[in-house]
C-alpha cells in the first residue's frame, strides 16, 4: 500500500522500520529539528534520521493548518496514514485524506490513558497490565474505534523506559498484521474506564519520604528514566531510576543500609540512580562515591 507515515520520537521508529520493508512510504511526517546539545544546533528528530538513512522522502511542516499543507498532504494520494506520537493535532482535512484514513499506535488499552503520557501513568497508578491499540483517528482526544491491540504484563520493577521499548516493538509488529489485513472492522471504545494521562509535571518528580513506599517505588519507576524523580542528597540533586519494595520500616526518610529508604508505610530500595552532569549507576557504584546521611530530605 501506499502509506504516509507520521511519528517524531524514538518510540516511533521500530513501526517505521518494518512499514518500509513491507509497504511503499511514500512520504514521512516529522517534527521540525530543534536544537540540541551544547551548541543548541538544530537536530533532527530520531523518526527523521531514520527516515533518511532509509532513503525516505521527509517533510516537517511546523504545522498542517495551512490549506497549502493540507493540500500536498492529499495530493499524495496516499491509501492510509500510520500515525505513531507525532505531535501535531491533525485536523480533519487530513484525517480524511487517505483512502483508509489514519490509524494510530497509542500505549495504552483504550480507553484507558488517553493523552500525552499513557506509559508514565500506567507505571504510576500501579497498573498490571498495558498494551497498544491500534486506533481509527477521529477529531477527539484517542476516542476513535479501536481495530486492533497487544497487551504486555507490566513488571514489579518495570519502569517507563522498559515498557517505552516493548510497547514501540509489540506496536510495530501489531500495525504491520494489521496494514496487512485492511480493511478491518473497528470496535467503539467502552463509554467506562476512560482515563487521561495528562503530561508529566516537573513538581512530580521531588519525593515525599512521608508517602507510602508502593507510591514512591511507583513514582520512581514510572518517571525513569525521564524525568526522573529525585531527592536531595549533601545538597546535590539525584535522580532514582530503578526501585523495589523492601519489607522493613523506619521514620520516613530514614537510610536503614545500603541504599534502603523508610518511607510512610514501608521501605524501598533504591538500585539504580545518577548523579548530576554523570551516567546512571548501579546503586553499590554510586554508593562508592556518595556518602548516604542518616536521613534523607
Not at 517505588?217 to 524525568?227: K, M, T, Y
Request: hydrophobic share 45%; glycine share 10%.
Amino acid at each position: 500500500m501506499r502509506v504516509i507515515f507520521m511519528g517524531t520520537p524514538a518510540f516511533s521508529v521500530p513501526a517505521l522500520q518494518v512499514i518500509a520493508a513491507r509497504h511503499e512510504v511514500i512520504a514521512v511526517y516529522s517534527q521540525p529539528p530543534r536544537a540540541a546539545g551544547r551548541g543548541q544546533q538544530p537536530r533532527p528528530s530520531p523518526v527523521q534520521s531514520a527516515a533518511t538513512a532509509l532513503g525516505l522522502p521527509v517533510r516537517t511542516p511546523a504545522r498542517l493548518k495551512s490549506p497549502e499543507d493540507q493540500a500536498a498532504f492529499a495530493a499524495l494520494q496516499a491509501d492510509v496514514a500510520v500515525v505513531v506520537a507525532y505531535g501535531l493535532i491533525l485536523p480533519p482535512e487530513v484525517l480524511q485524506a487517505p483512502r483508509l484514513g489514519c490509524l494510530n499506535i497509542h500505549a495504552s488499552l483504550l480507553p484507558r490513558w488517553r493523552g500525552a503520557a499513557p506509559i508514565h501513568r500506567a507505571v504510576m497508578a500501579g497498573d498490571e497490565e498495558t498494551g497498544v491499540a491500534i486506533m481509527q483517528m477521529e477529531a477527539g482526544l484517542d476516542t476513535g474505534p479501536v481495530l486492533a491491540e497487544a497487551r504486555t504484563r507490566i513488571g514489579p520493577e518495570d519502569t517507563t523506559g522498559d515498557l517505552h521499548d516493548r510497547l514501540a516493538e509489540l506496536g510495530a509488529s501489531l500495525i504491520v498484521r494489521t496494514l496487512d489485513r485492511l480493511p478491518l472492522p473497528a470496535t467503539a471504545q467502552a463509554g467506562d474506564g476512560v482515563t487521561y494521562a495528562a503530561k508529566i509535571d516537573k513538581s512530580e518528580a521531588r519525593i515525599d519520604w512521608s508517602r507510602p513506599a508502593v507510591e514512591i517505588d511507583r513514582q520512581i519507576r514510572g518517571l525513569s528514566p525521564f524525568p526522573g524523580a529525585w531527592c536531595e542528597i549533601a545538597g546535590e540533586r539525584v535522580k532514582l531510576l530503578r526501585s523495589r519494595l523492601r519489607d522493613a520500616g523506619g521514620t520516613p526518610g530514614q537510610v536503614l543500609g545500603g541504599f534502603v529508604v523508610a518511607c510512610g508505610q514501608g521501605a524501598i530500595e533504591v538500585t539504580e540512580a545518577q548523579r548530576q552532569g554523570r551516567r546512571p549507576m548501579q546503586a553499590g557504584d554510586l554508593l562508592r562515591g556518595l556518602d548516604l546521611p542518616d536521613r534523607l530530605d
